[in-house]
């Protein structure tokens, strides 16, 4: 069977056997974008969080048949070093990674976070960025998601005057 | 002078090796490794001269430093970026001596190949310090060594000589470090590093962002799980939930007719199944049928009671003045449980066995270990494997052991293609290697004055450092002793007349090991809640308490001078506030002394940290920035350890196997303060990555006690 999806901004169609193969896999082991990572395989830990739609979802936990026809985000996406997301940039900012491997999954949720509740208070931030590290760099990353919001606002506000 | 410090002289081969076992070689490529061969030789004769604070063969050259066309300069590192920010110090250090900018310096693994690795592995918080001495003067060699040929090549003498900037100048002539190298056969090797002052380093002691920030934030595939190599399968092997199960014998009948299978591997010890999809060998391995022979069901009952002071053997490892004895004494029991790494990413690996060569790609703290295992398990030489090692998603201690190398290797070689193998979430907990659980038993009296006339700790713990490739070299061999769990059992009150510590070992049916910290986490959460506790029956302040009871030797001081500005910031007092109390604990690991103040609350029954202030003395910082980290980082992950995790024997199986059921500090749980106030007490760098873990667990349950009037004594630390 076939499965369409645009990844990144590029469609793909995606010969597979398994209408249930996790999202996850297809986007790193079929298109080789190796930044969601997988950490648990049981939606318990958020490392493969991406975006379909513009919403965060766990991608290990997401059979691939749900995503035909959608708008698939990951890390690589989201940013580069030439054009940053501001989640990115409050991120270097913050020195906030240590082993990095849960950070691909905390930005995505935070950068969806974002986009439903702009100025999110730490209560916000407490009920949704609820992935597991275990380098516990939580503390930098409340931090990063609160400049990361004022970044974000700030271009939101040079895009759309009126509404400022 | 610069003649004076340079010679030609070749050095006898006997000397390369005059350290045995210890030494290290270097060696400098220019675009191609035509270069190689002869400043390999060069650097090696002075490396080996070098007391090096770690282990590596010495039989071949190692690669240390190669310079490119691009005048970029590669530092292979013989340690592992694990997230401690190993490579950000190594950066640093070797940029300021090698006179060249951050930004033209690059770190990657050493890989068995290039020789540059580290046979102790990567742990025990000795990174940096360990490499500080040899690092520097290499670098330093390195320089030398391009300010005589460029002297040469500008037809001046090495003191008119400036450098910087990797560009070497005089008068108005310049030349960079790669165009110095361009031609030069036979370099001259400076008798001596010139170290540079200290005070002139423009990297060191700074803050400097972590080389590895972009690559982390951008999404780079740099770990394990990541790699990959061409044509490569899925493998997948079948692992026991039992603790103690033997493989007996296997039914693979239904999994070989499964999609995407292309071969089920039957050895003698395991059953694997190799497809083309990571998806199609999980599949697979659900649908073979195993027979273990297992025990009986063990329960955590019996491995409470197996955990008891007392039991199995006991050694004395700390010792003054008499045991304590008599009616007056005060006594106190605590208990700390298994602990999961929970490191999230999997362990995982990818190898590629060939007709006489190997290449094995894994997250791994152990790469001379990794290799000789999957060496001999295929009857081959080790130079015949090549690992290379990736950055780690976690260490922790976790990777130092990698069964799973071998498993990936027999596979590899039996469909003739690489083949990835990777944990599955359920048996990375249930085949961890975990922490062990620990029983204390600590005794003590006041005299007169209200001080500590008598202080004993007894305590029991699984291996750690037994059966570990880690064994560091800050911890004093004690015959007898298992060095991981000791860590952190001594008592840091010298003054106390009389105290002394004793250690009991236990062997538990299943894997223990080290988990960041080791015996320290636990150690320092039951002496530090008894020393509060007798400070509280003295009715004295919890800091004056100890600080009246530390002798004023060069440690002593270090220690008090954290414990008293530890107080001072966080205006350390009594009282509750607020609903809020305060709680203080202090603890020295691998020479680095570190207190804690909490502030906490209790809200619905759950303990809530509001603050934690760390004073850490780690030495000279290297990156006060990362050091920081390290700082927020164990506060989050001890309090994680010490108010949520354990794992639990039920029905012979080790329980549970998922995040969530493994409870964890959240973001939710994570201080709002974390304030980190860093001494410099010596003027060398010391450990940094595991100590500040030591205080967080008493530091919370002293302030629980204070709010509460309740003494908590076994972690995780619950309130009902
Ligand atoms: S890997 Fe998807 S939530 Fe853990
Ligand atoms: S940075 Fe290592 S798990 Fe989050």
Same mark, same amino acid.
Not at chain 2, 268 to 291: L, M, R
Not at chain 2, 432 to 454: A, S
Not at chain 2, 576 to 580: A, S, V, W
């Given at each position: 069977m076939k499965i369409s999806m645009i990844v990144n901004g590029q469609s793909h169609a995606i010969e597979l056997t398994d209408e249930y193969t996790p999202l996850l896999w297809v986007i790193r082991d079929i298109l080789g974008l190796k930044g969601t990572k997988f950490g648990?395989?049981?939606?318990?830990?958020?490392?493969?969080?991406?975006?379909?739609?513009?919403?965060a979802v766990r991608s290990c936990s997401y059979p691939v048949k749900f995503a035909e026809g959608k708008q698939i985000t990951t890390i690589e996406g989201l940013g580069n070093a030439e054009n940053p997301h501001p989640v990115q940039q409050a991120w270097i900012e913050e020195i906030v990674p240590q082993c990095g491997y849960c950070q691909p999954g905390f930005m995505m949720a935070t950068a969806a976070l974002l986009n439903k509740i702009p100025n999110p208070t730490d209560e916000d931030i407490d009920n949704n960025i609820i992935?597991?590290?275990?380098?516990?760099?939580?503390y930098r990353m409340r931090k990063a998601i609160h400049k990361a919001a004022d970044k974000q606002n700030a271009i939101n506000e040079i895009n759309e005057p009126t509404k400022a | 002078m610069a003649d004076n410090q340079s010679s030609e002289k070749k050095l006898s081969r006997?000397?390369?090796?005059?350290?045995?076992?210890?030494?290290?070689?270097?060696?400098?490529?220019?675009?191609?490794?035509?270069?190689?061969?002869?400043?390999?030789?060069?650097?090696?004769?002075?490396?080996?001269?070098?007391?090096?604070?770690?282990?590596?063969?010495?039989?071949?050259?190692?690669?240390?430093?190669?310079?490119?066309?691009?005048?970029?300069?590669?530092?292979?590192?013989?340690?592992?970026?694990?997230g401690q920010g190993t490579f950000t110090g190594l950066a640093q250090m070797a940029a300021d001596e090698l006179e060249i900018s951050m930004s033209n310096i690059k770190v990657v693994h050493a890989t068995t190949a290039t020789g540059n690795i580290d046979g102790m592995s990567t742990g025990g918080s000795t990174s940096i310090s360990g490499l500080w001495q040899p690092l520097r003067e290499l670098a330093a060699i390195f320089r030398e060594m391009m300010k005589i040929e460029a002297a040469k090549k500008l037809g001046v003498s090495v003191d008119d000589l400036s450098v910087k900037d990797g560009v070497v100048s005089a008068n108005s002539k310049s030349l960079t470090y790669a165009e110095i190298s361009e031609g030069v056969t036979n370099w001259t090797i400076p008798e001596k590093p010139i170290l540079k002052d200290i005070s002139s380093y423009k990297y060191v002691g700074k803050p400097v962002p972590r080389v590895d920030l972009d690559d982390k934030v951008y999404g780079a595939p740099m770990f394990g799980l990541d790699a990959e190599m061409p044509n490569m399968l899925y493998g997948a092997v079948v692992r026991p939930s039992k603790i103690g199960a033997k493989f007996i014998s296997a039914t693979t009948d239904k999994a070989e007719k499964m999609p995407g299978v292309i071969k089920i591997v039957s050895e003698?010890?395991?059953?694997?199944?190799?497809?083309?999809?990571?998806?199609?060998?999980?599949?697979?391995?659900?649908?073979?049928?195993?027979?273990w022979e297992t025990p009986d069901n063990l329960q955590q009952d019996a491995i409470v009671s197996m955990m008891t002071v007392g039991n199995g053997k006991s050694t004395i490892i700390q010792k003054e003045g008499d045991a304590l004895e008599g009616d007056d004494i005060v006594q106190m029991e605590f208990r700390s449980p298994i602990?999961?790494?929970?490191?999230?990413?999997?362990?995982?690996?990818?190898?590629?066995?060939?007709?006489?060569?190997?290449?094995?790609?894994?997250?791994?703290?152990?790469i001379g270990i990794t290799r000789k295992e999957v060496s001999s398990r295929l009857g081959w030489d080790a130079e015949q494997v090549n690992v290379i090692p990736t950055y780690l998603g976690g260490g922790f201690g976790r990777r130092l052991h990698t069964p799973h190398a071998v498993q990936a290797a027999v596979m590899s070689q039996a469909v003739g293609k690489p083949v990835k193998y990777i944990f599955?979430?359920?048996?990375?907990?249930?085949?961890?290697?975990?922490?062990?659980?620990?029983?204390?038993?600590?005794?003590?009296?006041?005299?007169?004055?209200?001080?500590?006339?008598?202080?004993?700790h007894h305590f029991v713990s699984g291996d750690v450092g037994n059966n570990s490739a880690l064994v560091p070299n800050i911890v004093p061999p004690i015959v007898g002793a298992d060095i991981g769990a000791i860590r952190g059992g001594f008592l840091q009150y010298s003054a106390v007349p009389n105290h002394r510590s004793v250690y009991w070992h236990v062997t538990l049916p299943f894997a223990t090991s080290w988990w960041r910290s080791l015996g320290l986490l636990a150690n320092t959460f039951a002496i530090e809640s008894f020393v509060d506790e007798m400070a509280l029956k003295a009715g004295k302040d919890a800091i004056e308490f100890r600080l009246a009871q530390v002798n004023d030797d060069e440690a002593g001081k270090r220690l008090k001078e954290v414990m008293r500005t530890a107080g001072e910031r966080a205006g350390y007092s009594e009282e509750?506030?607020?609903?809020?109390a305060m709680g203080f604990a202090a603890s020295v690991d691998a020479g680095t002394p570190c207190a804690h103040v909490v502030e906490v609350s209790v809200e619905d029954n759950k303990i809530r940290v509001h603050k934690v202030t760390v004073v850490l003395d780690p030495g000279l910082a290297v990156n006060p920035d990362q050091i920081r980290a390290?700082?927020?980082?164990?506060?989050?992950?001890?309090?994680?350890? !010490?108010?949520?995790? =354990?794992? &639990?024997?039920?029905? $012979?199986?080790?329980?549970?196997?998922?995040? #969530? +059921?493994?409870?964890? @500090?959240?973001?939710?749980?994570?201080?709002?303060?974390?304030? !980190?106030?860093?001494? =410099?007490? &010596?003027?060398?760098? $010391?450990?940094?990555?595991?100590?500040?873990? #030591? +205080?967080?667990?008493? @530091?919370?349950?002293?302030?629980?006690?204070?709010?509460?009037?309740?003494?908590?004594?076994?972690?995780p630390l619950k309130l009902t």
């Open positions: 648990c395989g049981k939606a318990a830990c958020g490392a493969c969080t991406l975006h379909v739609d513009g919403e992935n597991v590290c275990r380098c516990g760099t939580y | 006997r000397k390369f090796l005059v350290r045995g076992g210890l030494g290290t070689i270097g060696v400098l490529a220019v675009g191609t490794y035509v270069l190689r061969n002869p400043i390999r030789r060069a650097i090696l004769e002075k490396a080996n001269e070098m007391d090096l604070a770690y282990m590596g063969s010495t039989d071949n050259p190692m690669l240390w430093f190669e310079l490119g066309k691009d005048n970029v300069v590669i530092l292979h590192s013989p340690k592992i970026e694990m003698d010890d395991f059953v694997g199944v190799v497809a083309e999809s990571y998806i199609e060998a999980e599949n697979a391995k659900q649908a073979i049928e195993v027979i602990g999961a790494h929970a490191q999230i990413e999997p362990n995982g690996v990818v190898a590629f066995v060939e007709e006489s060569k190997a290449t094995i790609m894994i997250s791994t703290q152990v599955s979430r359920e048996e990375e907990f249930q085949h961890d290697m975990f922490r062990p659980p620990t029983h204390h038993i600590l005794k003590g009296r006041l005299n007169e004055q209200g001080l500590l006339d008598g202080l004993e509750i506030k607020d609903g809020k390290q700082c927020e980082g164990c506060v989050i992950m001890g309090m994680s350890a !010490v108010l949520f995790e =354990q794992m &639990k024997v039920v029905d $012979g199986s080790l329980t549970p196997t998922i995040y #969530g +059921p493994y409870e964890m @500090a959240l973001m939710k749980h994570a201080p709002r303060e974390i304030d !980190v106030v860093l001494l =410099q007490g &010596k003027d060398t760098p $010391g450990a940094v990555g595991e100590p500040p873990l #030591g +205080p967080i667990g008493a @530091a919370i349950a002293n302030a629980i006690r204070r709010l509460t009037g309740k003494r908590l004594q076994s972690m």
